[in-house]
């Protein structure tokens, strides 16, 4: 099972250049694990996109996509021990406080104990700083 920053899953519902990667790595172990709050990342992004003019088709057949993903994939929910976490890595990291949500939703599921587990992103920042924390890091590259 891999932890899922929502910027590797958009692209599974929205066609990007880095979509044949990361459905590479989804069909390679579809354990999928986010927070609680990536949906709502998800469903942010395509309608933005489809605010932008960018996406292919209506919001809705992208939408209905991020249903069918999300209905297989876990959800990390704790709030209070995540949102703790985050405030610590803000102090460590240059992130944004969404990123810093995902990053410490990662540590608490694994207990703080990062090494060797997976994180999936296509952020370089949240990328650096999951590195910093000890998480093996897969960036889908094309």
Known sequence: MR????????????????????????????????????????????????????????????????????????????????RDRAERLLAAHPLRAADAMQLAAALVLWDERPKGRPFVTLDSALATAARAEGFEVIVPAA
């Open 3 to 82: 932890f899922w920053d929502s910027s590797a899953l958009v692209p599974l519902v929205v066609e990007e250049p880095s979509s044949p990667a990361c459905r590479r790595l989804y069909r390679s172990d579809p354990g999928v694990m986010v927070w609680v709050l990536t949906r709502v990342e998800m469903i942010s992004a395509v309608q933005r996109r489809n605010r932008e003019g960018e996406l292919r088709g209506p919001a809705a057949d992208s939408c209905r996509r991020v249903d069918r993903l999300a209905a297989r994939w876990q959800e990390m929910v704790e709030l209070g021990p995540a």
